[in-house]
């Protein structure tokens, strides 16, 4: 079945560290977002990103879809960065399918 | 602009019992879709609702159903729930079916 697959599941850094969280994915991709969780469960739109690279302040993120994966990329990592991030796929005539996750902590 | 809306917020209930979970989507979107979030997992496609009509359906029994009003608004209806039924419930809306979602706060349900 279609499966989209992140890494590494949880991540430890230092504030101010750099970080790259992975997704994989099984098929071609119509659609593909990037979420970050909040500790309260709210699902915050990071990026829409299909194809190619985007940037938002210290976030960034790149998917290059022959190769089936997508990159998100958080520099000078804030503790505010905490959380789970997802990367959530269309495939065909699919609904949003969500990676596993990865649940970042950032220490002070 | 006012953004996708949720209720109740919490909500606890008792094996059997009926549920609904209300939505109110982001102004100009059509589409709501649903999706169960059990914990330490992602969330996991329910159905979506286009221009009132059910417009995809993940692998969820028929106990799960819902609808879409004419102003874009949506329920989620949960019958004879079972322990397995708690989750946070996320409702997303989107200006057509393949547009990005924009998700609300969630209603966290608790059957005991």
């Known amino acids: 079945g279609i499966q989209v697959e992140q890494s590494p599941p949880d991540l430890i850094l230092q504030e101010g560290a750099n970080s790259t969280l992975r997704c994989n994915f099984s098929?071609?991709?119509?659609?593909l977002q990037w979420f970050h969780q909040n500790p309260w469960g709210q699902l915050i739109n990071l990026f829409y990103?299909?194809?190619g690279t985007k940037q938002n302040g210290r976030l960034s993120a790149t998917t290059v879809a022959t190769e089936r994966y997508s990159l998100l990329y958080i520099s000078s990592s804030q503790t505010t960065d905490s959380g789970v991030y997802f990367c959530?796929?269309?495939?065909?005539?699919?609904?949003?399918?969500f990676g596993t996750g990865t649940r970042l902590t950032i220490i002070p | 602009e006012t953004g996708v809306t949720q209720s109740p917020t919490h909500l606890i209930k008792t094996r059997g019992q009926q549920v609904t979970l209300r939505c109110s989507s982001q102004?100009?979107?059509?589409?709501v879709s649903w999706y169960q979030q059990a914990l330490g997992q992602g969330p996991q496609f329910i159905f979506q609702?286009?221009?009132?009509?059910?417009?995809g359906r993940g692998n969820f029994p028929p106990r799960f159903s819902g609808l879409q009003f004419p102003n874009y608004s949506s329920e989620l209806n949960v019958n004879a729930l079972e322990l397995d039924d708690s989750a946070l419930y996320l409702c997303?809306?989107?200006?057509?079916?393949?547009?990005?979602?924009?998700f609300g706060p969630g209603t966290r349900l608790l059957v005991l």
């Open positions: 098929d071609s991709v119509n659609n």
């Open positions: 997303a809306s989107s200006a057509s079916e393949r547009e990005t979602q924009y």
């Open positions: 102004s100009g979107h059509n589409t």
């Open positions: 959530a796929a269309n495939f065909g005539n699919e609904k949003l399918t």
């Open positions: 609702y286009y221009r009132e009509e059910e417009n």
């Open positions: 990103i299909p194809s």
